[in-house]
């Protein structure tokens, strides 16, 4: 299975054979190729998979996405606290990362 990551363009370099950039994951900045993205510019949605910019998106559709897979993340921490705990120890709830509740 592939997966691709929406992430927001905040540097772009044209300085060597490939078209870079450094792609913002919600506060983690990852360098990524944006040769197969000519018209990306800063501040502009990407998915990128393997360290490709594959795709371009629009603003909300990607915020829309990290929204989902940090639900998915803040799922899977209650699965893994519930497990480790047990059911009579694990918390009612997780709080997303970040999150002050």
């Given at each position: 299975?592939?997966?691709?990551?929406?992430?927001?363009?905040?540097?772009?370099?044209?300085?060597?054979?490939?078209?870079?950039?450094?792609?913002?994951?919600?506060?983690?900045?990852?360098?990524?190729?944006?040769?197969?993205?000519?018209?990306?510019?800063?501040?502009?949605?990407?998915i990128v998979h393997v360290g490709f910019a594959i795709s371009q998106l629009d603003e909300d559709e990607a915020l829309k996405t990290l929204e989902l897979l940090r639900m998915i993340e803040a799922d899977a921490v209650e699965m893994e606290l519930g497990s480790m705990l047990g059911p009579d120890d694990a918390p009612a709830t997780v709080a997303p990362r970040g999150s002050t509740a």
């Open positions: 299975m592939c997966l691709g990551i929406p992430g927001k363009v905040v540097e772009i370099r044209d300085d060597g054979p490939l078209r870079m950039g450094k792609v913002d994951f919600g506060g983690v900045r990852k360098e990524a190729c944006l040769a197969y993205l000519p018209e990306v510019g800063l501040g502009d949605y990407v």
